[in-house]
């Protein structure tokens, strides 16, 4: 199935499907691991970050691998992409989905490469994600709460939204409801639903992607789901749970020299964390 299909059977049976990030080979490891053992679907994503530091061919190519060993459906997608140039070397390397993320530009420029992008992808049948309005935070852990964060944004117009899609031709729309990037101590994320109904009403042939995944509480994100989203990013508590587990294991190992055998641990934590996030996203037993 193309990434196009599964989204419209997770919009269809009302489930989402996680959109986990990927910095290393174990990050990865752990993530198929947890969508084998919970028969779910998953889209790997790279940030800019994520993918210079990987190289686009060879998180392609992982992919690929693990799908056919497992036999399972592993998407790709390019997470917030931030120019064409970007946005062309994930077409070209064989992302199934590219997210270029304007929200940085004038909406008319944002507009303008959006439209290009879109060109570019559908004539290779890939699936486009646009965003108008920065989604606050990053993927790190902050002390105390999330509304100052939350703050610093514009939440999504549901007019402006419309305009956007329907001139750009982007399949996904990533909204800004109060869904900021990162963990935040004082907990403090409250997703706006009825922004995204007023959304969902006037955009009923668009998916709906969730960003900020991290730290949103289970009940409000599943929520979300029942309203309209069907891909939900999750970064910052895969890197915690990644750097909780290696601190455990070099604390309690202070003579191991094997990395192999030093990062099971943190492979473990991260597959927790992943697996739990596919329970709340409705999407274990999919395949
Ligand atoms: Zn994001």
């Keep these: 199935m193309t990434a196009r299909e599964w989204l419209e059977k997770a919009r ?20 198929v691991q947890a969508a084998v ?23 392609v190519d992982l992919a690929r691998n693990y799908s056919e060993e497992y036999g399972i459906p592993i998407l790709v997608n390019l997470d917030h992409a931030e120019s064409l140039e970007q946005c062309i070397e994930g077409i070209k390397a064989g992302y199934d989905l590219i997210h270029f993320d304007g929200s ?37 852990v902050y002390t105390g709460s999330a509304q100052g964060e939350i703050a610093k944004g514009k939440f999504t117009d549901p007019n402006q939204a419309k305009e956007f899609v329907q001139s750009s031709g982007v399949d996904i729309f990533a909204a800004f409801f109060g869904n900021v990037h990162g963990v ?38 599943q929520e979300a789901i029942k309203k309209g989203i069907v891909k939900v990013n999750v970064n910052t508590e895969i890197r915690q749970a990644f750097k909780e587990g290696l601190q455990e294991a070099l604390d309690e190992n202070p003579n191991e020299y094997a990395m192999y055998k030093i990062l099971p641990e943190a492979i473990e934590e991260i597959q927790k964390i992943v697996e739990h996030k596919i329970e709340v996203f409705g999407s274990a037993g999919k395949l």
């Design 12 to 31: 269809r049976e009302k489930f989402a499907i996680g959109a986990f990030n990927v910095g290393n080979l174990e990050t990865f490891k752990a993530i």
């Design 184 to 221: 935040f101590t004082g907990g403090g994320e409250n997703l706006r639903l009825d922004i995204l109904e007023k959304l969902a009403e006037s955009l009923p042939s668009i998916y709906f992607s969730l960003h900020g995944g991290s730290g949103i509480p289970d009940d409000q994100v």
């Design 104 to 140: 940085k530009f004038i909406l008319e420029d944002n507009l303008e490469i959006a439209k290009k992008v879109v060109e570019l992808a559908h004539q290779g049948g890939l699936v486009v994600e646009g965003e108008i309005d920065h989604i606050t935070g990053s993927s790190e």
């Design 37 to 59: 053992s919970q028969k779910s679907p998953v889209i790997i994503e790279s940030s800019p970050g994520e993918t210079a530091w990987m190289e686009a061919e060879n998180i």
